[in-house]
């Protein structure tokens, strides 16, 4: 997940059912990498929680960022990450921006 915000940092959470990152940095420009062992025959689902900092207001964003049904094809995903979306930038069908997940109130 690479940190394409404008100048600041990323702090990035993911997780599984079994599996949590904690809280990982990617300073600007940079970006943090997580590996799994892929079984074609398993349903995969991780998702993030993404925060930084905006005009002195604090943001959070959540986005699921392996999904088996849309991603079982990306054999190394690379994600890249602005305000606006969270962007594949690899894979057979080139980039493709998602909306974040809805906010929860």
Not at 26 to 31: D, H, K, L, M, N
Not at 73 to 95: L, V
Request: net charge negative.
């Amino acid at each position: 997940m690479n940190n394409r915000l404008n100048n600041t940092q990323l702090v990035i959470h993911c997780h599984d059912d079994q599996w949590d990152s904690k809280p990982q940095v990617a300073p600007i420009g940079q970006s943090w990498t997580f590996y799994f062992q892929h079984n074609p025959s398993s349903n995969y689902l991780f998702f993030c929680t993404f925060a930084w900092v905006e005009g002195g207001i604090f943001q959070v964003r959540r986005f699921n960022i392996y999904e088996t049904p849309r991603d079982y094809d990306c054999q190394q995903c690379i994600w890249a990450i602005t305000e606006e979306y969270p962007c594949r930038i690899s894979g057979p069908g080139g980039t493709e921006c998602y909306d974040w997940e809805p906010k929860h109130v």
